[in-house]
T-cell receptor, first 110, second 119 residues
Framework: SQQGEEDPQALSIQEGENATMNCSYK?????LQWYRQNSGRGLVHLIL?????REKHSGRLRVTLDTSKKSSSLLITASRAADTASYFC??????????FGAGTTVTVRA | GAVVSQHPSWVICKSGTSVKIECRSL??????MFWYRQFPKQSLMLMAT?????????EQGVEKDKFLINHASLTLSTLTVTSAHPEDSSFYIC???????????????FGAGSRLTVL
């Protein structure tokens, strides 16, 4: 199957709180990426972490990668209402094929 | 930054008709484009890889005669859903790699998607 697992499937938090979501993948990867999708729209690339990296930061985003467990996490700190969206991890394999996780729907309540 | 334009953004058609969706890279050349399909509240499933000047590579289970892909230029790929039926109703999204960007082949730029409804 192309898809990895993501949890939770849905997350509802208060504005200002942190949101954490996890992703697992199945094959060896070149890198792992996180994308965001607003309802009914295309995907926007958020952050990329290479297979030899363990942690990466970009603004309010923090990504970790554990290749021994084939898992990654995305943390959004100090969430805002505008962060409401679906978040997908995507693993790029050594054939440069991108496979998406099942996604986590995040709702940030004002 | 790289921009991918997808058209139409939504289309409604009658069962049995064919629908063409266009995917254009606006400010870069894309030798490879990707077509994904997304059902409501689900993830993206790769349908096929569109290669400029050659045949598309389809994922297992995707009917190549049903979903015709043409990549005739470095900036345009088209997906034609032939003899569409209600079960083909879905959100179709294209993407492309800008090899000239700092991220290069690692990051995809996505179109805004095309919502197809077959009556």
């Amino acid at each position: 199957s192309q898809q990895g697992e993501e949890d939770p499937q849905a997350l509802s938090i208060q504005e200002g709180e942190n949101a954490t979501m996890n992703c697992s993948y199945k094959t060896s990867i070149n890198n792992l990426q996180w994308y965001r999708q607003n309802s009914g729209r295309g995907l926007v690339h958020l952050i990329l972490i290479r297979s030899n990296e363990r942690e990466k930061h970009s603004g309010r985003l923090r990504v970790t990668l554990d290749t021994s467990k084939k898992s990654s996490s995305l943390l959004i700190t100090a969430s805002r209402a505008a962060d409401t969206a679906s978040y997908f991890c995507a693993s790029l394999d050594n054939d440069y094929k991108l496979s998406f996780g099942a996604g986590t729907t995040v709702t940030v309540r004002a | 930054g790289a921009v991918v334009s997808q058209h139409p953004s939504w289309v409604i058609c009658k069962s049995g008709t064919s629908v063409k969706i266009e995917c254009r890279s606006l400010d870069f050349q894309a030798t490879t484009m990707f077509w994904y399909r997304q059902f409501p509240k689900q993830s993206l499933m790769l349908m096929a890889t569109s290669n400029e000047g050659s045949k598309a590579t389809y994922e297992q289970g995707v009917e190549k005669d049903k979903f015709l892909i043409n990549h005739a230029s470095l900036t345009l790929s088209t997906l034609t859903v032939t003899s569409a039926h209600p079960e083909d109703s879905s959100f179709y999204i294209c993407s492309a790699r800008d090899h000239g960007s700092a991220s290069g082949a690692n990051v995809l730029t996505f179109g805004a998607g095309s919502r197809l409804t077959v009556l």
